[in-house]
């Protein structure tokens, strides 16, 4: 699913190189908006329902020592 978006961005990519002036601006601005798209689009699918309490913030095991 995601490859298509890529694909999509890529080819406006291509168009933008090898264009210049308004057309050039307007494939940037396209594949600019088609990757926040897809990227919000994954982020609202994967995310949805699985914020964290407040009781789980800050109870990570992972913690660094940085004493000198």
């Given amino acids: 699913m995601m490859g298509k978006w ?17 057309v050039s601006a307007l494939a940037d601005l396209a594949a600019f908006l088609l990757l926040l798209y897809a990227v919000a689009r994954r982020a609202m699918t ?10 789980d913030v800050g109870t990570s ?8």
């Fill in 61 to 68: 095991q992972d913690k660094i020592d940085i004493a000198p």
């Fill in 46 to 55: 994967q995310t949805k329902g699985t914020t964290p309490s407040r009781d």
């Fill in 6 to 22: 890529i694909a999509a961005v890529l080819m406006l990519v291509v168009v933008s190189v090898m264009t210049s002036g308004l």
